[in-house]
């Protein structure tokens, strides 16, 4: 075989991994290289069909740099977080089998290969929906595949993850999961675990109103930053408050108390929001839309005298609402179709996405039908309640999913095969 043929071969993997939805926030830094959080930290893993990035990555010794592509977009990867993802990924690479020709990738010669990278989302990207939770944990799952990688000890692939964007080591895994904070100055001991699958409680419907799918003003990494520097109630909520909602909410979920789980999960998002408030200068994630769609939440609890929905916030004014059975996940798209219409000129099939099932049940397969819903008994009484067409971009019905996996065979690949370049899609 001459030089040419043997510099030709490319070897890639595709895989896909969900974002995830924090239920008892992390907010602040005790390392920030390493990434190590100053509290644990629980999230719901959302269906990856609904909330997930793509991610190929393909090595050849014909590449001559690492590449990357976001979202069809070729950006550098020479980021700090970027380059630890690869530089932990190339360190544990272990021998792998090129099928077509038998020939052996070794351990030495992934040290020396390049790697390309696409990823893509299919929801907004930093628009506080956890679009880089999903996207390194996505492209961390890749590489082990692509490099038969072998965890030395349970998490190691978290704590990899947890290098590019802390979050995302609880991406890699489904259903409910648990981020502990660790203690140990190398950050090996924090790491992701699963505390139970998706299917562990199937009741729980998923409903994201997306209020604005822009980039957010202030970014996580910097809020957290300036929150730890100046806000003496984020010392407080990490020391004293989140210790005990951990326990609670992790009893709550293995005994599925949705009325525990609502009453902790809303507490614990509105004292994220009061840490950011309490911060100097203060930073404003939620806008005049999410205080609505907490206002809707509250009076309906209120009426019906115990939790029906709870409602979470992360470092955005996306809503992100938990019915507790299928039922009250209809009576929820009912009750935000109404307050909060789409617009004249909206497609109901692009302003309800996700899940179709909550929608049809909703009986609403028209604006008319939207035009038509009569006013909930809890907002008797309410003055100025405000009903403006187009005040929520779109709204996401979906549930809790698996965590990542392998997509090769499933779906094409992001690269050409051929020459590990960008497929352009026409």
Not at 33 to 44: D, E, F, T
Not at 145 to 160: D, F, H, R, S
Request: glycine share 6%; net charge negative.
């Amino acid at each position: 075989m001459g030089k040419e043929e043997e510099d030709a071969w490319v070897v890639m993997k595709t895989a896909r991994a969900p974002s995830n939805i924090a239920v008892i926030k992390y907010w602040g830094k005790r390392d920030e290289k390493l990434i190590l959080p100053i509290n644990s930290s629980i999230s719901v893993t959302l269906d990856p069909e609904h909330l997930s990035a793509t991610t190929t990555v393909a090595a050849s010794p014909a590449f001559e740099r690492d590449r990357l592509w976001l979202n069809g977009k070729e950006v550098s990867v020479e980021g700090e977080r970027y380059r630890n993802c690869l530089r932990e990924m190339r360190a544990r690479a272990t021998d792998v089998v090129i099928e077509s020709s038998g020939k052996v990738i070794t351990k030495e010669v992934w040290s020396t290969l390049h790697i390309h990278i696409a990823s893509e989302n299919n929801f907004p990207t930093a628009a506080g929906l956890a679009s880089s939770a999903a996207g390194f944990a996505c492209l961390v799952y890749s590489l082990a595949q692509l490099m038969n990688v072998k965890e030395k000890y349970e998490g190691e692939l978290t704590a990899i993850a947890r290098l590019g964007s802390g979050s995302a080591c609880r991406s890699l895994y489904g259903g409910f999961v648990k981020w502990n904070m660790g203690q140990e100055a190398d950050g090996k001991d924090s790491i992701a675990t699963q505390l139970a699958e998706q299917s562990h409680w199937e009741d729980l419907v998923i409903i994201i109103a997306v209020v604005s799918s822009r980039q957010k003003e202030t970014s996580s990494t910097s809020g957290m930053q300036e929150s730890v520097k100046t806000s003496p109630l984020l010392k407080y909520r990490a020391e004293e408050m989140v210790p005990k909602r951990i326990g609670q909410m992790e009893k709550a979920i293995k005994s599925m108390d949705f009325a525990e789980f609502a009453r902790i999960t809303c507490a614990d998002s509105n004292q994220f929001h009061a840490t950011c408030l309490d911060t100097s200068p203060p930073i404003f994630y939620l806008n005049d839309s999410s205080r609505r769609l907490i206002g809707l939440v509250e009076r309906w609890n209120r009426h019906a005298g115990e939790p029906q929905v709870a409602y979470t916030f992360d470092a955005g004014p996306n809503a992100v609402m938990f019915a507790k059975n299928k039922e009250v996940a209809v009576q929820l798209l009912k009750r935000l179709l109404y307050q909060f219409p789409p617009s004249a000129e909206a497609d109901l099939s692009r302003y309800v996405l996700g899940d179709q099932s909550v929608l049809k049940s909703a009986g609403v397969t028209s604006l008319e039908d939207i035009d038509s819903l009569s006013a909930p008994a809890e907002f008797a009484g309410v003055i100025n309640l405000p009903r403006i067409p187009g005040e929520i971009d779109y709204l996401i019905c979906t549930s809790a999913g698996k965590g990542a996996s392998v997509l090769d065979g499933q779906i094409a690949s992001l690269l050409d095969p051929a020459t590990g370049l960008l497929v352009k899609n026409e």
